[in-house]
């Protein structure tokens, strides 16, 4: 089954503590991104990814890193969590050129921090 | 920057009726994508419909179509025979597509739908 996937799905942790957020594709996409929903905010986009070893920032990218080693994987990074990073994170992917335009979005991680 | 705006943070609409939500965007590019995304409370992102900026044709799929019209920058979403499963928040997103290195969705702040029986 073609999918997104997101670990872990919740997370409750201290400020300071160093986490990551795993996300996954099966379906050999190019582009990849993390977005942050916040209530009444909508979603913002943090980072994305072209390809592999090619990031960049989106448009909320403070108090956060990204790796892109493998095609497949686009982990977040809090080195140092604050509460202002509680928020409902999103993983997404599509294909890269053409007309394609549909993202693929994982379950969600629902991270609080305290 | 483009911005996307939803007017209405909630709605409501009985069983069986039809209910319009609005959106409108902001922007100076003349092709992009726009999108629904419906997320029930399980939160998984769903995508509901999508409409070319190119294409003059509303899109439609089953209970759900698109009222696009660019001159004034609006696409509202049409659900008919409204099902208690249409229950969810419903966000408008924006997407260029002008060859750039970013997909970026800029997303609409969601409108919360209750169906009523």
């Known amino acids: 089954e073609a999918q997104v996937t997101q670990n872990p799905r919740y997370l409750i942790t201290v400020t300071g503590k160093k986490l990551t957020v795993t996300c996954s594709q099966n379906?050999?996409?190019?582009?990849m991104s993390w977005y942050r929903q916040d209530p009444g905010l909508g979603l913002r986009q943090i980072y994305y990814?072209?390809?592999?070893?090619?990031?960049d920032k989106g448009d909320v990218p403070e108090g956060y890193k990204v790796s892109r080693k493998e095609k497949r994987n686009f982990p977040l990074i809090l080195e140092s969590p604050s509460p202002n990073q509680t928020s409902l994170y999103f993983c997404?992917?599509?294909?890269?050129?053409?007309?394609?335009?549909?993202?693929?979005f994982g379950p969600g991680t629902r991270l609080t921090v305290l | 920057a483009q911005t996307v705006t939803q007017s209405q943070p909630e709605m409501s609409v009985q069983e069986a009726e039809t209910v319009t939500l609005s959106c409108t965007y902001d922007?100076?590019?003349?092709?992009?994508?726009l999108f629904w995304y419906k997320q029930p409370p399980s939160r998984q992102m769903i995508l509901v419909i999508r409409?070319?900026?190119?294409?003059?044709q509303n899109a439609t799929e089953n209970r759900f179509s698109v009222n696009f019209q660019k001159a004034a920058k609006s696409f509202s979403l049409k659900i008919s025979d409204s099902q208690l499963g249409d229950a969810a928040m419903y966000f408008c997103a924006y997407r260029e597509d002008s060859g750039g290195s970013n997909y970026k969705l800029t997303f609409g702040k969601g409108t919360l739908l209750t169906v009523n029986p």
């Open positions: 379906m050999n996409h190019e582009y």
């Open positions: 922007t100076s590019e003349s092709d992009y994508y």
């Open positions: 409409q070319e900026a190119y294409k003059q």
């Open positions: 990814s072209m390809n592999v070893e090619v990031t």
């Open positions: 997404a992917s599509s294909p890269w050129g053409g007309r394609s335009n549909e993202q693929f």
